[in-house]
């Protein structure tokens, strides 16, 4: 599971790092994960995920911050949903002005939710199913306005592990 983080905070990272090599706004970001236990009082809290077991539930958080002098355009935010786990339907958080989007395909298309999808029957015809939140393998964060010079916009996203 650490591995797989790791990886996802690289992914992240080389997402940023090109945009900003290619001599557009300076952008960074951070990803950091929690596990999320109850309490004595029925209370959630939260503690490192350094070790995760089946059953657990992580969160993910994603900052990002625009350290250039120019705002951003069309920004969208991605965060993978690490194998092993399977995404907790509703908990991608929402943002006036930032609306989280979903693939199920591995990141290569993004859909609102309830992303659906076709599959074909032997007969020839078609049929259209609703994705389970299980099927999630990243999420995206599309800004409806512009990421602003200076600015940081946090998201999170809840995981269960396998």
Known sequence: MRRTLHAAVFLLV?????AAYAGGPELSSDMTA??????EEDHEITVPADRVYPNDMVEYT?????TGDEPVSGAGFVGPVPSGTAYLGETAS????????FSIDGGKSFHQAPVTYEVIRKDGSSETKTATPEMITHIKWMMDRSFDAGEEIKVSYRVHVK
Not at 14 to 18: L, V
Not at 62 to 66: E, I
Request: hydrophobic share 45%; proline share 4%; charged share 15%.
């Open 14 to 18: 080389i997402c940023f790092s090109t």
């Open 34 to 39: 929690v596990k999320i236990v109850i309490n």
């Open 62 to 66: 994603l900052v990002y911050r625009n």
């Open 94 to 101: 929402e943002i006036e002005g930032i609306s989280p989007v």
